[in-house]
């Protein structure tokens, strides 16, 4: 079994920058996509970002699209999400997941395991 740890979260003021970390832990995400998404309290888990395997294809939720950058080093099986221009509206809990499958999704019923979340809070 893969799992996921997540690193990287913080308090920031608005306009700050973040970079989280994705490393896999007790396996490797070799040949998987993987995804950034997020939960805020009493909402749903939303999408942020999305890259394949190779790191050719990459896909952003219209509300971080310009400020997000997703990328992988699949040398240190780690994945970023360099978060900038924050707002506080991105407060919410981060959570990366992976799929057994090479290519993007923006769906998170198709993702296969999950790490435990790092919080991202952003004050005005």
């Known amino acids: 079994q893969v799992h996921l740890v997540e690193s990287g979260g913080g308090l920031v003021q608005a306009g700050g920058s973040l970079r989280l970390s994705c490393a896999a832990s007790?396996?490797?995400?070799?040949?998987?996509?993987m995804g950034w998404f997020r939960q805020a309290p009493g909402k749903g888990r939303e999408f942020v970002a999305t890259?394949?395997?190779?790191?050719?294809?990459?896909y952003y939720a219209e509300s971080v699209k310009g400020r997000f950058t997703i990328s992988r080093d699949n040398a240190k099986n780690t994945v970023y999400l360099q978060m900038n221009s924050l707002k506080p509206e991105d407060t919410a809990v981060y959570y990366c997941?992976?799929?057994?499958?090479?290519?993007?999704?923006?769906?998170?019923?198709?993702?296969?395991?999950w790490g435990q979340g790092t919080q991202v809070t952003v004050s005005s």
């Open positions: 997941g992976g799929r057994h499958e090479l290519g993007i999704s923006s769906d998170y019923g198709r993702y296969d395991y």
């Open positions: 007790g396996g490797t995400f070799r040949g998987n996509a």
């Open positions: 890259i394949n395997w190779s790191g050719g294809s990459t």
